[in-house]
């Protein structure tokens, strides 16, 4: 949690997207479906429409400022709502004023522009209530708890972890690094844009197992050989967030604004349970570059991640399947 050293709202500002347009290579725009965002997930998929050449997105916000914004005593003036559309990617920062709807009313209203060779994935979406207060100008007095995803390729409006699953032979793969992991049956990529698994077709019915569709014993080991590999994910994603954290002037880490971001947001509390996720990022922070406490923080990591794979829950699956089997075979 943040101190301020002024006056300001103490709750956040609620933020819903209400419209999404894509602007085609011939000028013509196409109105999106609302299937093409979510305001549960809090997320918004330009790839739905399925065009591949589109120029720039606009899409439509409404605001609501907390109560208190409007107050004629209020420590701040010149009231401003901005939307800052932020790319950790590609770094590029993009932001839009909204306009007050009513006069004396706390909801304000205006859209972002979105360009496509702007982004490469996924950008995040907030927006801040800026004031003059003791005489400076621009400084927040509220803003969103939680940004919005703006994903422009994805077809699926989630904010969840989204994979890049590849299937290659690690023996003869054009990947160098990949010859090295030879005899393993997938590897974690964290590195990449988008989070990588490659499995090794080397490894023999790995694949034909993980696609299959069949029932019964064999549908219960796919179901735990997927869930090894999401707490392997899992794992490797979250030390690849934090390992690339950037640090303010003060020393404090950053919230990514892209995946590493969300899987952060996800895991922290189960690997620091009790706090808020900013004061847990923090903690795991000065673990991970102090003397000590790194190493004793691994069982919560894998823990969460053990959580997120749901492996308890195929793992019982697979039991239940082989006692059934058991006494099937018996009779």
């Known amino acids: 949690m943040k101190i301020y050293p002024y006056e300001r709202l103490n709750r956040p500002v609620a933020l819903r997207v209400t419209s999404v ?8 725009r196409d109105q999106l479906e609302t299937t093409a965002y979510s305001t549960q997930q809090q997320a918004v ?3 739905i429409a399925g065009h591949n050449d589109w120029m720039s997105a606009t899409i439509g916000l409404s605001a609501t400022l907390p109560p208190g914004a409007n107050v004629p005593d209020a420590a701040w003036s010149d009231l401003r709502v901005l939307a800052v559309l932020t790319d950790g990617e590609t770094n590029v920062r993009t932001s839009a004023e909204l306009m007050r709807d009513e006069p004396e009313g706390r909801d304000w209203s205006g859209s972002v522009e979105v ?16 004031g003059t ?15 919005w995803v703006v994903d422009t390729v994805s077809d699926d409006p989630v904010r ?11 023996r003869k793969s ?10 393993a049956p997938w590897i974690v990529d964290a590195s990449a844009r988008v989070p990588t698994v490659f499995v090794n077709t080397d490894v023999e019915d790995v694949v034909e197992l993980l696609d299959s569709n069949g029932s019964g014993v064999e549908s219960k080991v796919r179901d735990l050989l997927v869930a090894q590999m999401s707490t392997d994910v899992w794992t490797a994603v979250f030390h690849g967030a934090i390992g690339a954290l950037e640090v303010e002037p003060g020393g404090g880490p950053v919230f990514p604004t892209d995946w590493r971001g969300e899987v952060l947001r996800e895991m922290l509390p189960d690997v620091i349970p009790g706090v808020h996720v900013e004061e847990a990022l923090r903690q795991v ?4 570059t102090g003397d000590s406490g790194w190493v004793e923080l691994q069982t919560r990591i894998h823990y969460a991640a053990v959580r997120r794979a749901d492996a308890t829950k195929a793992l019982a699956y697979a039991i239940r ?7 099937g075979s018996e009779t």
């Open 160 to 170: 969840g972890l989204q994979l890049d699953v590849r299937t290659t032979s690690f």
């Open 115 to 130: 360009l496509r060779d702007d982004h490469l994935g996924r950008a995040s979406l907030s927006v801040y209530a800026v």
């Open 321 to 327: 399947s082989l006692e059934q089997l058991n006494r």
């Open 45 to 47: 998929a330009l790839g």
């Open 285 to 288: 922070h000065r673990r991970r």
């Open 174 to 183: 054009s990947r160098e690094w990949l010859r090295s992991y030879a005899d």
């Open 133 to 147: 207060v003791d005489g400076v100008r621009g400084r927040s007095i509220a803003e969103t708890d939680r940004s």
């Open 21 to 28: 347009s894509l602007k085609l290579p011939d000028g013509t």
